[in-house]
């Protein structure tokens, strides 16, 4: 049974908890009539005997009460609309409350979305181009050179000024590569071995200030070829690893290819108006580098004397000091006199990294086997390593006061690092602590090297002295 607005005989109110007497068949508000039952033990409509436990409860719906007579009035009901309107208005304001904060940290969270996603996309440029400059500076192989100079560039030209295309590939064979593999051989002599190096021998050679290129056979400990053609001295010097062949660098613009048999000069090449200061050697062991006071490098065939490419630094407008190929045949290295190293892209012909750090003029530089590290020198007295890999200066080496470095120079294997200069120092790479100094030479080093599995270093010097160290 179902009981709405009902109202008690007892309090004439809609009762809370209703409930039936079975003697009068009337609603009651249970608390109230359960009052009068304790006080007169009858019901209240028709006197008849009545108990709290004859009381039947009514299950009903929770009734809206009536208002009361006083909310009956105009005035009443006036301030009942009125009560009504401002909860209805303060309900309203609050919710524009709302809507206003949620407007602004929808803004914000756009906005934080928006700069993710900037740097996101900063982030991604960048891993990009470090992708690029490491896979630029990683061992690797096949290079083909650009078919065109750029407009900004010289264009190519042979021995005898005529233009030409580049067309040839310039890469490194499997048997270079594997050659140049990063296990450490065998046969490489050990560095407690190396040093008790001694000095073994000494030879009166040129120093090159005569303007002569002397070949020195060490089994036969003599002189086989000495080479005239320069008209200032030689400043450079490398020997061809497969050819009897020598090459040759000199303050009087020329490079010149020299053939050990003949005792002949069989190419000069003029790819410079100034100082040539540096030359290196590229893994086919058919292309040379080469870097000039002029500014400029320049890339050249040493079969027919052809320069294949010049390029220069505009933005820089300094003297190039040095060059050096890194093993892989890709990049190459240059040192300037403003004391910046720039590592170039040869095959777009680009400046693909600089590491600033020297305070003076860069004199040496010499990149290790595996590829991983540079080795710099400069006239502030101090030798630099840098890692290729992170492209950072990772252990400076401050040397002597007014120590010179001439050359630098790692083992086949990338074990040991030579530096040439007020004397001679060895250096074992990763401890990178020295193993030896030769202070022998009553002049400036300005050649160090060593042989085969670093069995024999040989060094040469401003005393016009080839000395010899090995066990």
Known sequence: MIINLVLSPVSNEVPEHPCVSPVSNQVFERRLIEKYIAENGVDPINGQPLSEEQLIDIKVSHPIRPKAPSAT???????????????????????????????????????????????????????????????TLKPQAGLIAPQATPASQPAAVGAGGEAMEISEQVGMTPEIIQKRGKTVPEELVRAEDLGKYRQVASHAVSSGADKNVVVFDRREEQIVATLKGHTKKVSSVIYHPAQSVVFSASPDSTIRVWSVTGGNCVQVIRAHEASVTGLSLHATGDYLLSSSEDQYWAFSDIQTGRVLTKVTDETAGCALTCAQFHPDGLIFGTGT??????????????????????????????????????????????????????LKNFKTITLDNNYEVKSLVFDQSGTYLAVGGSDIRVYICKQWSEVLNFPDHSGLVTGVAFGEHAQFLASTGMDRSLKFYSL
């Open 73 to 135: 009035s105009i005035p009443a009901i006036l301030k009942s609309l009125q009560d009504e309107w401002d909860a209805v208005m303060l309900h309203s304001f609050t919710l524009r409350q709302q809507l206003q904060t949620t407007r602004q940290e929808l803004s914000h969270a756009l906005y934080q979305h928006d700069a993710a996603c900037r740097v996101i996309a900063r982030l991604t440029k960048e891993v990009t181009a470090a992708r690029e400059a490491l896979a």
């Open 337 to 390: 006199a403003d004391s910046q190293i720039k590592i170039w892209d040869l095959k777009e012909r680009t400046n693909v990294a600089n590491f600033p750090g020297h305070s003076g003029p860069v004199t040496s530089i010499a990149f290790s086997e595996n590829g991983y590290y540079l080795a710099t020198g400069a006239q502030d007295s101090s030798l630099k390593l840098w890692d290729l890999r992170k």
